[in-house]
Nanobody, 114 residues
């Protein structure tokens, strides 16, 4: 069974940092684009950042310069370092892997509030 399991969400004050991790299992994700999406209440799910097996990276403009995505191909993991967090970053964050198939994690809540 292929799974993506996120961890690292929580409550943080504006300006703080959090690190999300996603562990993949059940298959190799070599060749897959891995990334993070988020969905805030009442809004559509949106792309946050993606990274290819070769290390090419793309960010949503609103997180550019604040978030850093990284990947460990050998261990099937992808991480998202989130710095200078803002209340508008509050959302459920989902790990994603896509190539031949598309896989989603169950999501982890990130709340930015004072």
């Amino acid at each position: 069974q292929v799974q993506l399991v996120e961890s690292g969400g929580g409550l943080v004050q504006p300006g703080g940092s959090l690190r999300l991790s996603c562990a993949g299992s059940g298959r190799s994700f070599n060749g897959y684009v891995m990334g993070w999406y988020r969905q805030a209440p009442g809004k559509q799910r949106e792309l946050v950042a993606t990274i290819t097996s070769g290390g090419s990276i793309a960010y949503q403009s609103s997180v550019q310069g604040r978030f850093i995505i990284s990947r460990d191909n050998a261990n099937n993991t992808v991480a998202l370092q989130m710095n200078s967090l803002k209340p508008e970053d509050t959302a459920v964050y989902y790990c994603n892997a896509r190539f031949v198939f598309i896989y989603w994690g169950q999501g982890t809540q990130v709340t930015v509030s004072s």
